[in-house]
């Protein structure tokens, strides 16, 4: 499904989002509406005072100077309220999720927390955590501002149950320029079997682990978009509907394929995250990484320079498809601070917030009113991609399953990578799909 340019950076190229949409259950109904009987939320000047403690995992790094950007702006225009920082380190809320989920279950919930677009967050909506938040999307400027479609992610029953304050891209290979010139490596290679062959003339040249992963939710992202590039766009998206099949030819081939791309990899233990393996490129100990556009914050916040010190490519057979995420926050049931926890949520879905937040990030604005002119090159390039390309959803970060449903793929992926058994990789998937797909 390919779809083109307008002027909104966001707006048309989110309609491609039904391709893959929530296919885990029945909570994204497709029929948002920024009702207008529930009246726009209109905050107090200054805001509504008291504690506001917004739960991430934006804990590090360029990661957290992302947040702090949200911070300096939510102490700026609502200076009433004191924000405390809740972030519980580990990239892709591996450590976080579970605090939360205990948090939620012994009734403490922060005042708002991070959850992404599809899926996962139907998870807490069908528990019954989280509020709709219809008022503060309306007063935002509802699907004027926001892609209907990606609205269309966080309803259910016509409720809209948070704010997202982002969209991040997931196939993308991140490269060492220099490492691969020494290789001999040019040009882009088109698919898979073409960038093993320039990953083993890196090896050749005396690279070690010319890729470099990290833990579980790493290669659980890596194996994605092999899968993506595998399968295509439709077959991947049929993953999720049950119009694929996990035990069929191409999977095995992806199974295989993946196999073949960690035997050119570091080590990683369970825990590690996502920067060291992103490092790996900068110093040259690796010549590539898949990685989430978040690492372009990593990049920049290591001084290196796009062009000289990193380059980027599409992961090779999935140039034309945008691996999508989005990250939201929510309004809690039951949480102390109800409308100092809206302020926060009018600050993330404010084009202002959006601009300093995404700047930081890495990633590009879920608002459709903020021009490309204002962000690096990298961004840029998302901002055309997201327009242009074929939408499809993210497995490793809660796009395309739910929670239980990744955590079995995790765990399938995590056996997988210390017995590197490929009939028993494919049949382990096969068996998480049966036991979660709706
Ligand atoms: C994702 C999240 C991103 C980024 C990444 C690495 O799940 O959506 O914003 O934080 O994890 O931690």
């Not at 009246?39 to 790094?61: M, S």
């Not at 528990?127 to 503060?136: A, R």
């Not at 302020?343 to 959006?354: F, K, P, R, T």
Request: hydrophobic fraction near 40%; aromatic fraction near 8%; proline fraction near 4%.
């Amino acid at each position: 499904m390919g779809v083109r340019k307008t002027s909104a950076v966001a707006a048309v190229a989110v309609a491609a989002l039904g391709l893959a949409a929530c296919s885990t259950g029945d909570a994204t109904s497709g029929d948002a509406q920024t009702s207008a009987a529930s009246g726009a939320y209109t905050p107090k000047e200054g805001g509504a005072g008291g504690k506001v403690g917004v739960f991430t995992w934006w804990a590090a790094g360029s990661e957290k100077k992302g947040l702090d950007a949200l911070e300096k702006l939510f102490a700026k225009d609502y200076p009433n309220d004191e924000f405390v920082n809740l972030a519980v380190a580990g990239g892709a809320g591996t450590n976080a999720k579970a605090k939360l989920a205990s948090d939620l279950q012994n009734n403490q919930p922060p005042s708002s927390f991070q959850g992404h677009a599809g899926a996962e967050l139907t998870d807490y909506i069908s528990k019954g955590q989280i509020e709709p938040v219809n008022d503060v999307i309306e007063a935002l400027g509802g699907s004027d501002v926001f892609p209907q479609d990606l609205l269309d992610r966080l309803t259910v029953k016509g409720n809209i149950y948070s704010v997202p304050s982002n969209i991040h891209r997931a196939n993308v290979v991140w490269a060492n320029p220099t490492v691969l010139k020494k290789a001999g490596v040019n040009g882009t290679p088109a698919d898979m079997s073409a960038w093993i062959a320039d990953i083993k003339k890196v090896k050749a040249s005396g690279v070690k682990t010319p890729l470099s992963v990290g833990g579980t939710w790493t290669q659980v992202q890596l194996l994605e978009t092999v899968l993506l590039s595998d399968l295509g766009a439709e077959g991947y998206s049929g993953l999720f509907d049950g119009s694929t099949a996990w035990d069929s030819d191409e999977v095995k081939q992806a199974a295989n394929d993946f196999k073949t791309l960690l035997s050119y990899a570091n080590t990683a233990s369970d825990g590690d995250d996502w920067p060291a393996a992103t490092d790996m490129v900068i110093d040259g100990s690796a010549a590539y990484n898949v990685m989430g556009d978040w690492a372009v914050a990593e990049f920049a916040d290591k001084g290196a320079e796009d062009g000289t010190g990193f380059t980027y490519f599409p992961v090779p057979g999935t140039d034309g498809v945008f691996d999508f995420l989005a990250d939201s926050f929510t309004l809690p049931k039951g949480t102390d601070n109800p409308d100092g926890a809206k302020d926060w949520l009018m600050l993330v879905g404010s084009a202002e917030g959006q601009k300093a937040f995404n700047l930081a990030k890495g990633s590009i604005p879920a608002r459709t009113d903020i021009g490309p002119e204002d962000f690096p090159k990298y961004q840029q390039s998302a901002m055309s991609a997201f327009q242009d390309n074929t939408i499809v959803s993210s497995i490793a970060h809660g796009a395309a399953v739910n929670q239980a449903w990744l955590t079995d793929i995790s765990s399938a992926v995590s056996k997988f990578y210390s017995q590197r058994d490929v009939d028993g990789l494919v049949s382990d998937l096969a068996t998480a799909a049966q036991n979660n797909q709706g």
